[in-house]
């Protein structure tokens, strides 16, 4: 079991700031905590938790190792210096192993990386589609793009990262837990829709730390939305008018995510990512209103 020093002049950090500085989402630090005893921190008199300086160190060193392909269940009982020897090791070695083949699995991310020397093979049907059909991996590091990430994409995943070192997880939605399962496993996760960039950044190891929310802007105007909303279209099902109610909706929400960010330093973490799954809800849905525009011969007014 570690100790940690216990001196009341100590410094002690909030699990909001914990969670920043550590690059180590809140969520994951209270699992780490209850499964599997890591960092426990002290409580205030109000329950609310605080972290020390060590800690910090602590948790940055089992984010390193657990990066580079340690156990996570190995590295719970280990004490703080044996930890520090064994990130040095890491530290010596260079960085990553240099990727040297990719497999693309998905139907956006497999058109990814055109001319790229690297792609040693594509598949652009679901991920599930390719585990049945194939299941085999002979390359560096795996790029698996799917929706949403049930338990079967997980697992898929968990079980591929212990045959390749690097295993990049595409998304558009998914739960803290689900996302906390892969950061254990030391997959590296990207809400999708992802660009070579974000890719290669991956794969030279370059950004370890979470992705902030793509600036995406908005292609509709809120009174384009209202016009198209109360437009009669050809179309018998009412999409555009359906469409463009939803988008209204998922557009103030987007906003009000992002002006909640920092009210609370507890919960800027959470609220980043409401911002970042309702832009990526949007810009699906943006997609959707362009189509059935297009279908049902509506002249719609796209911002500049």
């Known amino acids: 079991m570690r100790h940690f020093s216990d001196r009341n002049d100590m410094q002690h950090f909030s699990i909001g700031a914990t969670a920043r500085m550590t690059q180590i989402p809140a969520h994951t630090l209270r699992k780490w905590e209850s499964r599997h005893g890591i960092a426990v921190p002290v409580r205030t008199n109000t329950g609310r938790r605080v972290y020390t300086e060590e800690q910090l160190e602590l948790l940055r060193l089992i984010k390193l190792l657990t990066a580079n392909g340690h156990a996570l269940s190995q590295l719970a009982d280990q004490e703080i210096d044996a930890l520090r ?3 040095a ?5 260079p960085q990553r192993t240099k990727v040297r083949s990719l497999t693309l699995i998905g139907p956006s991310v497999s058109r990814l990386l055109h001319g790229n020397p690297m792609i040693e093979s594509r598949y652009g049907g679901e991920a599930a589609e390719w ?5 085999k991996v002979g390359t560096d590091a795996v790029v698996i793009e799917s929706p949403t990430l049930g338990d079967d994409i997980v697992e898929f995943a968990q079980e591929i990262r212990q045959r390749v070192p690097l295993v990049i997880v595409v998304y558009a939605f998914a739960a803290r837990a689900k996302l906390s399962r892969l950061g254990d496993a030391g997959i590296t996760a990207i809400q ?7 890719v290669l950044v991956r794969l030279e190891g ?5 992705r902030e929310a793509k600036e995406s802007p908005r292609r509709f105007s809120t009174m384009e939305l209202a016009r ?6 050809r179309l018998q099902c009412e999409c555009p008018n359906h469409i463009a109610k939803l988008l209204m909706d998922i557009s103030a929400f987007e906003r009000y995510s992002r002006e909640c960010a920092g009210s609370s330093p507890a919960d800027t973490a959470l609220h980043r990512q409401l911002g970042d799954i309702s832009a ?12 059935v525009a297009e279908a049902d011969g509506l002249q719609i007014s796209l911002r500049d």
């Not at 999708?192 to 974000?198: K, L, R, S, V």
């Open 192 to 198: 999708g829709p992802a660009n070579d960039q974000d």
């Open 280 to 291: 990526a809800a949007r810009r699906l849905f943006e997609d959707a209103l362009i189509a």
């Open 89 to 93: 090791l890491h530290q010596s070695e």
């Open 228 to 233: 198209i909303a109360r437009l009669n279209p």
């Open 85 to 87: 020897a064994l990130a």
């Open 131 to 135: 585990l049945r059909e194939s299941g």
């Open 206 to 210: 370059v950004d370890d730390a979470p």
